[in-house]
């Protein structure tokens, strides 16, 4: 029997200010104790890297930043439904391929990994190595978002009503 894995996937550029929220939040989470099954990797701005990764894995969390239409520095929790229901006409990610179209790709491809995505709101997308004010007082309350979704992953499913 092979053991239940979940994967933080850090997504963003080193090179682009607030783009690299994701990895902020790797790198945060670095120093947190974590479960041993569960694992961080940086994916950097290769959406379609994350095809494979996904097949690896039970569960994945992807931080990315992401132009949601919010104030800056918003934290958000969505299931690739609730992307796509929500912010249809938005791009989710900032990279040059679709964050959501790579889950899909995903799936279709037969891969089951059970995928949140975690989106920080930029507030700065240009040359630079530091995050905005808004994203960096948001990369702790990104930690904890992260911390919750690896707790709900382990957490029994609830009964549904009928």
């Known amino acids: 029997m092979t053991q239940f894995r979940i994967t933080v996937f850090g997504a963003g550029s080193r090179m682009m200010r607030d783009e690299r929220a994701g990895i902020a939040v790797l790198e945060a989470l670095e120093g947190r104790p974590l479960p041993p099954f569960v694992s961080l990797r940086e994916t950097g701005t290769d959406g379609y ?30 299931s690739p439904e609730e992307v796509e229901s929500t912010v249809r ?3 989710m ?18 891969h089951r990994a059970r995928v949140r995505i975690v989106g920080i709101q930029p507030q700065a997308v240009e040359l630079g190595d530091d995050l905005s004010e808004a994203v960096a007082a948001a990369i702790p309350r ?20 009928a």
């Open 142 to 161: 990104a930690v904890a978002l992260v911390e919750r979704e690896i707790a709900a992953a382990l957490a029994p499913p609830r009964p549904t009503e």
């Open 93 to 110: 990610s900032l990279h040059s391929v679709n964050l959501l179209g790579v889950v899909q790709l995903a799936e279709q491809l037969g």
């Open 89 to 91: 006409d938005r791009r």
């Open 49 to 78: 890297g994350l095809v494979n990764d996904l097949e690896d894995t039970d569960v994945g969390i992807i931080v990315d930043c992401a132009d949601m239409g919010l104030p800056p520095g918003t934290v958000r929790a969505f």
